[in-house]
């Protein structure tokens, strides 16, 4: 139990362009979903906080008009990048918790997004 | 949320058990230890937690010392796909929020 799916698993996009990357809770309900970000030989690093229904709280520095996040759903969140730059490219990854949770996180498997 | 203090890299003869410790001196009484790990180019995996009791499942085992200032994970039979960063994170257990993430331990499993 537990699966947290992440689509699509790489993408590559010009820049100026926008993508969006989709994070399912499969066998489970998820109020709450976090995305993160990591660079090349970096630690993964929080973006924001996707909360069913309601509208997602971004770390600071995150701009939260550049990445768009839905969670209309309780199994599915949506993250766009929109009007990319290379800067941009990285490893994108979700997680959330289940009802049951005492504090775990379940992670997709990430999404690899290269801006030309 | 305590801090966590892990050595940078460790490596590990396959087969044999790897031992990976970690520091979280200032934890407090409601916080649990967290172990995830991974592998190069994939998601976080969960391998296991817990407050105060040792725990064990499938993947491995986490031992507590009793004063829960440090703690050890334990791969019994290391093979060569547990090579992978390995990050011991604290946090309240019934907060909501979300892991923070350090920089881990980059186990080696050997041939």
């Known amino acids: 139990g537990a699966v947290v799916s992440q689509h699509p698993s790489w993408v590559i996009c010009k820049s100026g362009t926008s993508v969006k990357i989709e994070c399912r809770s499969l066998d489970f309900q998820a109020t709450t979903m976090f995305w993160y970000r990591q660079f090349p030989k970096q630690s993964l690093m929080l973006m924001a906080t996707s909360n069913e229904g309601s509208k997602a709280t971004y770390e600071q520095g995150v701009e939260k008009d550049k990445f768009l996040i839905n969670h209309a759903s309780l199994t599915l969140s949506t993250l766009t990048v929109t009007s990319a730059h290379p800067e941009d490219s990285s490893f994108y990854i979700c997680?959330?918790?289940?009802?049951?949770?005492?504090?775990?996180?379940?992670f997709g498997e990430g999404s690899r997004l290269t801006v030309l | 949320d305590a801090k966590t203090t892990q050595p940078t890299s460790m490596d590990c003869a396959e087969g044999r058990a790897a031992n990976l410790p970690c520091n979280h001196s200032?934890?407090?009484?409601?916080?649990?230890v967290y172990w995830y790990r991974q592998i190069h180019s994939q998601g976080p995996q969960y391998i296991i937690h817990g407050l105060k009791n040792n725990e064990t499942n499938e993947m491995a085992s986490l031992i507590i010392t009793e004063d829960r200032k440090s703690s050890t994970l334990i791969l019994p039979h290391a093979t060569l796909r547990d090579t992978a960063v390995y990050y011991c994170i604290v946090k309240n257990g019934g907060s909501q929020g979300n892991l923070i993430f350090g920089k881990g331990t980059k186990l080696s499993v050997k041939p």
């Open positions: 200032t934890i407090s009484g409601n916080e649990y």
């Open positions: 997680s959330a918790r289940t009802l049951a949770s005492t504090g775990e996180l379940f």
